[in-house]
């Protein structure tokens, strides 16, 4: 039987030092049941209600982060190193409320009060993030970022009080200079690694891809946002665990003159910020995916990775063009994104192989690229696609130079959609022209039926997705809810 | 910004009353700082064991046999417990006694619990659960109410309330409409999931820790089960993590089996539930179908109405009976049925069974009505709300007027009940004007007209809820209060905390009552051992019920102090006055913290109980008429939304809400109510949706795949105010009920839904939405081939 290393973060100011913690536990686990600690909850165990919000804090780059995270699917050794705050660890020992509380009283923004501790590590991540920075919270930054948190007693107007009224409280503060100190010390007294460990999280690719080749049963983990779930949901129990996201080159976002380069341990908020600043119109589809604590702990790596057919980053990055990077001690090779996928959930990679880079070429200028991405889902905000469907054209003049399409949730993986796009390459960019392409995007898969939705839906909306895209690069304005505007209500 | 602060001034020193003003939750700051404890947070006793659930995962059949060898011989599993087990009564006490406590020869349900595995840890017992073997010979399952209809398979008998002569006023209306209807149901979604922890006690006493809205009935199922007397079994609820009915009966299962586990395993036993377990085990809000054909005239006055409800109670009655009542109850919501003939159905299928949720069956009664006006309205082409306003009932008479019994006036309901304190005519024109209504509704007709995608509705709908127990021996609740010698008060009353604000409510009351500081006041944890046989806290009672009960168990206790400061002063009893921390008396103003230390060194009792029955009400169960409800509550909202064409998407973009909580005890809780109710309701008929697959699992157990509104889904526009006038009956502190109303003010969406529909199709065609309105569903309405039913 292998053994873990021990488990050592910094909360309350002190070192908390765990050994003997299994790779497959939860940190809402270690936080509940090792420390006693009962303010964190269950609310779903899979990430989808924000009730087990905590606080992750880490250097980067010599400045800390902050980044609330959903406990109940994190593994606790994912921690290691980090600063972690959870609800009991933010009031003045003098009982003073930290002002995501305070607010939180004054608005009346708890009646049952079981969801109130995630909304609260949600609060204090939107404090240190916006309002220690003196950036104001409004309320639809409030709504965006408190998405990934559900409640079913307020009605949540309260909440979104709350979140604008934390400012005009008395500041608290994180004395960031210490804390900082802490974290280097804790880096610079880790131990060496253990070779037999069974938790491993090698600090560079070239050391990732040693221990994948020694290791290829290992399970491999990002940010375990759906890892989590086999293990909470499907019981699933794993000898090893390989996490990706200590390496350092999977950590970094590269801005080259065509390409934007993804570490596959970047963040998705990252990765998807990235992505808003080279194309500001996917902003509210970065929003919509899940919830920012999962946003915050997922990566664009373990998503398009990991391969699910209703995952929303592979439809708009097929759309773009991206190719993937694939590592392992023999080298690297590069494919297209939609070539990594042979059925569901199955991919081209050997098994000592890891996906190690996203490559995604950048936006030429606006004038020739017409580029949208849709989804349809039951819920606007933290819901999955029933349908996404990403479209980007590049015109000469009237005519369609190329097309290039990805879309999920009609197939067995994520996919493009080549007749349309052939449907579509070559030919005058009119409605003849869209209206054919229609028919055949409708007739081009043979989606399921499922609980998001029936193979009709999907197909029949399918085409209408693409007749909006065509009166949207016409310039009608008011035909998508996504960019309603109306006189003031 | 919806919180209001009030402020009461009384003469000329401004003493600050308890009630009246919106006091924080009395368990925010410790919520806030995650020190408010839950079942599952409550520190363990030495020795604790933990529970999962093994399920049926088939929805009807004859268990043959159960292989667990694999189950048993797993790390950390301590034993499985089944049917032969539980040392009572092998049913549970539920009003039917139609419910095994653990599966017995068949399955009903996919889900259905057949055993429990107890283990050394959560996740050990989680595992092994898994690896039990269930033999099961599959039977015929029914999973549509239309089958179980059709197969005149119900949990009850059906009930038919008829008055007047509806097919003779349908022959003779001038215009009629036939049509159906198909509402979801809903799961509840308390945040914090069932949970149950059973302690065996000394001489075979238990104590339950349960997250319940009826302890009492908990008391009594673990009592029936193990064979004891009630007596026996101590049930203690300090909070819920939300409630919302999903925890009245169905919290009783579990805390049944943990009971039966720890019975057979003499150890404490927790049983918590898996999210996904709790999706697949316990009830849900009743889903509904309707057929009808009403009669009206050019005006769109109703005339006569049939109509067919078809409640889907899944595979028990549980509490189907009175929530199919409920929904009969409030078929009529707001409007006066002259001719009416309905027939309720509880139609008993191979699903979950439904059970409990806000509104009780209210909801599911009011949507056909609206459904029906708004149709209407759309056939005649008149404005829904002119629809509406013609078929209220009339206007209350003013107050001691004899009421008029006449069908002229308009003012009884088919259940025979007289609605004496109508007050929706002027709240609806108030709602008209403060909503600018009528400019909208001309703005969105012009709006839609150049909009080829996008199209909007704007719809007002009102709610006339009746508030009781229909069921009228429940209506009755206890209190005790609690004086000690240092000043400080504790109240302990029958009902119980799910986030509603019950026990700041019952403080605010109780300390007003002994004119004290509302911090003086602390309320503590339910327990049967205090209080006796309490009713569930339901039916939007919570406040009525045990807040007058503790108003009059601090009245005793006052009344004792009043007259020890009598015989003091040497004045009458009514001369003393309990205000701002002070006992007043012609003679003498004393602090109350010294009078009570007085009043105890002469022995004066300085705790009493108190007991409130609702009056008046009164209901004959075998011809389903007479006064069920003490009273009504009223509100009305003015939703607009957008819908979209292509996709069927729609936004809720603005909210107007008008209700009546008579004068509240505590208007941040009241609006609280509000706005969760009509948030809670808007998700029910638009994004939740529940969908069994053709074998009866049910595809959506998880917020993965169920959808309840998360914080982008309110409207930017969301305004609230309360209507200003007290109850006109004698309510405590002229209150009103408050939970369950609002939660029908988001049938305005639905309508407002179908309004959008209508100018997206612009061929006059009916509207057929089926709810929830997912985009689906509105791209179905919108797309629907005129005439096609």
């Known amino acids: 039987m292998t053994t873990t290393q021990p488990l050592r973060f910094i909360r309350r100011g002190q070192t908390v030092t765990l050994g003997n913690v299994p790779p497959t536990r939860t940190l809402l686990e270690v936080l509940r049941e090792d420390l006693h600690g009962s303010g964190t909850k269950e609310g779903c165990g899979e990430g989808d209600c924000g009730a087990c919000t905590v606080v992750l804090g880490a250097e980067e780059d010599g400045r800390l982060t902050y980044r609330a995270v959903n406990s109940c699917i994190r593994l606790a050794h994912s921690v290691d190193g980090m600063a972690v705050w959870t609800v009991e660890d933010l009031s003045d020992t003098d009982g003073t409320l930290h002002p995501a509380q305070e607010a939180m009283v004054q608005c009346h923004g708890s009646q049952c009060g079981f969801c109130t501790p995630g909304f609260v590590m949600s609060l204090f991540g939107m404090y240190q993030n916006h309002v220690a920075k003196g950036e104001a919270i409004d309320r639809k930054l409030a709504q965006e970022e408190l998405s990934g948190n559900l409640c079913r007693c307020t009605g949540y107007r309260p909440i979104l009080d709350a979140a604008q009224h934390m400012a005009t409280l008395p500041a608290a503060t994180v004395d960031e200079p210490s804390l900082l100190r802490k974290l280097q010390h804790l880096a610079q007294s880790t131990p060496a690694p253990e070779a037999d460990s069974s938790y491993i999280s090698p600090e560079t690719l070239a050391a990732l891809c040693e221990a994948r080749a020694a290791h290829p049963e290992a399970q491999i983990v990002a940010g375990c946002t759906d890892v989590g779930l086999w293990i909470t949901k499907m019981h699933m129990e794993f000898e090893r665990v390989l996490d990706v996201t200590r390496a350092a080159e999977l950590r970094r976002i590269e801005d080259g003159p065509t390409h934007l380069s993804f570490g596959a341990a970047v963040p998705l908020q990252d990765a998807y910020a990235a992505l808003v600043a080279d194309r500001p119109q996917l902003k509210s589809f970065a929003a919509r995916f899940a919830g920012l604590p999962v946003r915050n702990s997922g990566t664009l790596g373990g998503n398009v990775a990991n391969g699910s057919p209703i995952g929303d980053s592979m439809p708009l990055l097929i759309a773009l063009g991206a190719t993937v990077v694939l590592a392992s001690i023999r080298g690297t090779r590069e494919l297209p994104l939609e070539a990594l996928y042979t059925g569901y959930r199955k991919n081209v990679m050997a098994a000592d192989e890891l996906l190690a880079f996203i490559r995604v070429p950048k936006a030429p200028s606006p004038a020739v690229e017409l580029m949208k991405v849709y989804k349809i889902s039951k819920r606007f905000d933290d819901d999955i696609s029933a349908v996404c469907l990403a479209l980007r054209l590049v015109l000469d003049g009237a005519l369609v130079r190329s097309a290039s399409i990805g879309v999920g949730g009609v197939a067995a993986t994520p996919v493009r959609a080549v007749r349309t796009e052939a449907a579509l390459t070559g030919q005058p960019w009119t409605v003849d022209t869209v209206r054919d392409a229609m028919a055949v995007l409708r007739g081009e898969f043979q989606p399921i039926s499922d609980m998001r939705a029936s193979s009709d839906y999907r197909r029949e909306v399918l085409g209408n997705l693409l007749q909006r895209f065509w009166l949207e690069s016409q310039g009608w304005q008011q035909v998508n809810l996504e960019s309603l505007t109306l006189e003031a209500l | ?789």
């Open chain 2, 1 to 789: 910004m919806n919180a209001p602060e009030k402020v009461v001034m009384d003469g000329a020193a401004a003493v600050i009353p308890a009630a009246g003003v919106s006091r924080f939750h009395e368990s925010a700051r410790a919520q806030v700082a995650g020190a408010a404890h839950y079942i599952d947070d409550l520190p363990e006793v030495r020795g604790t064991l933990f529970a999962a659930p093994v399920m049926s995962n088939v929805a009807h059949g004859r268990l043959v046999g159960i292989d667990d060898t694999a189950a048993r011989a797993m790390p950390g599993v301590r034993d499985i417990v089944y049917s032969r087990d539980v040392p009572g009564d092998k049913m549970l006490a539920a009003f039917a006694g139609d419910e095994p406590v653990f599966a017995i020869d068949t399955v009903q349900h996919v889900g259905q619990v057949v055993g429990l595995v107890v283990a050394d840890t959560v996740m050990a017992a989680r595992r092994a659960a898994r690896k039990v073997k269930l033999d099961i010979e599959i039977l015929p399952a029914i999973l549509s109410v239309h089958e179980a209809h059709a197969a005149q398979s119900y949990v009850l008998p059906p009930v038919f309330v008829k008055r007047g002569d509806a097919a003779r006023a349908l022959s003779r209306a001038p215009h009629t409409l036939e049509g159906t209807l198909e509402i979801g149901g809903q799961e509840h979604f308390y945040l914090e999931g069932q949970v149950a922890y059973a302690l065996p006690q000394e001489q075979n006493q238990w104590l339950v820790h349960s997250s319940t809205q009826h302890p009492g009935e908990v008391q009594h199922w673990v009592a029936h089960a193990l064979g004891l007397h009630n007596h026996a079994v101590k049930v203690e609820c300090r909070r819920m993590g939300g409630g919302f009915g999903g925890k009245e009966t169905q919290a009783g299962h579990l805390a049944v089996w943990a009971a039966v586990a720890a019975h057979k395993l003499r150890c404490p036993v927790k049983l918590r539930f898996d999210r996904d377990d709790d999706f697949m085990v316990t009830g849900k809000r009743h889903p509904f179908a309707y057929k009808y054909t009403v009669g009206f005239d050019d005006n769109g006055l109703l005339s006569g109405l049939k109509l067919s409800m078809m409640a889907n109670c899944g595979f028990s009655a549980d509490l189907s009976g009175p929530v199919a009542d409920r929904a009969v109850f409030h078929a009529d919501n707001a409007y006066y049925l002259a001719d009416v003939d309905i027939a309720s159905y509880r139609c008993k299928t191979n699903t979950q069974s439904h059970t409990a949720f806000r509104g009780f069956g209210g909801p599911q009664g009011v949507i056909v009505i609206e459904n029906i006006l708004g149709d209407i309205a759309r056939e005649l082409g008149l404005d829904p709300l002119a629809v509406r306003r013609i078929n209220l009932y009339d206007a209350a008479q003013p107050v001691g007027t004899p009421i008029d019994t006449s069908p002229e006036a308009r003012n009884h309901t088919h259940y025979g009940m007289a609605v004496e304190d109508n007050i929706l005519h002027p709240l609806l024109e108030r709602l008209e004007a403060s909503s600018a209504y009528q400019a909208r509704r001309s703005a969105i007709a012009l709006w839609n007209a150049k909009s080829p995608v996008i199209k909007r509705g704007i719809a007002i709908t009102p709610v006339k809820f009746g508030i009781s127990f229909t069921a009228t021996l429940f209506n009755q609740a206890g209190a005790l209060v609690h004086v000690y010698t240092d000043g400080s008060v504790q109240v302990n009353h029958g009902g119980t905390e799910m986030g509603q604000g019950l026990n700041t409510k019952v403080a605010q009351i109780v300390a007003d009552e002994l004119g004290v500081p509302f911090e003086r006041v602390m309320a503590t944890a339910s327990d049967t051992s205090k209080i006796p046989n309490a009713s569930a806290t339901a039916a939007s009672s919570g406040t009525d019920l045990n807040g007058r009960a503790a108003q009059y168990a601090a009245r005793n206790v006052r009344d004792n102090l009043a007259s020890f400061v009598c015989g003091l002063d040497g004045c009458g009893a009514g001369a003393i006055r309990f205000k701002g921390g002070q006992v007043i008396s012609p003679v003498a103003t004393r602090d109350f913290t010294d009078v009570v230390q007085r009043a105890y060194a002469n022995r004066i009792q300085l705790w009493s109980d108190g007991f409130y029955r609702t009056p008046k009400i009164h209901y004959d169960k075998a011809t389903l008429t007479g006064r069920p409800f003490y009273y009504f509550a009223y509100g009305a909202a003015c939703s607009e939304v957008a819908i979209d064409m292509l996709t069927g998407e729609s936004r809720v973009l603005a909210v107007d809400i008008l209700h009546d909580v008579g004068t509240s005890i505590n208007p941040a809780i009241d609006i609280g109510q509000i706005e969760g109710g009509f948030v809670q309701g808007m998700g029910w008929l638009t994004t939740e949706q529940l969908v069994w697959n053709e074998k009866g699992y049910l595809s959506t157990h998880a917020p993965s795949t169920y959808k309840i509104p998360a914080t982008g889904d309110i409207p930017a526009r969301f305004q609230v105010e309360l209507w200003p006038e007290a109850n006109r009956e004698d309510n405590v502190f002229g209150s009103k009920a408050v939970g369950e109303p609002p939660f029908m003010l988001a049938i305005s969406v639905y309508e407002a839904l179908k309004e959008a529909i209508a100018a997206a199709r612009g061929d006059g065609a009916r509207v057929l939405l089926i709810a929830p309105a997912t985009a689906e569903n509105v791209l179905c309405a919108v797309m629907r081939p005129a005439g096609a039913d």
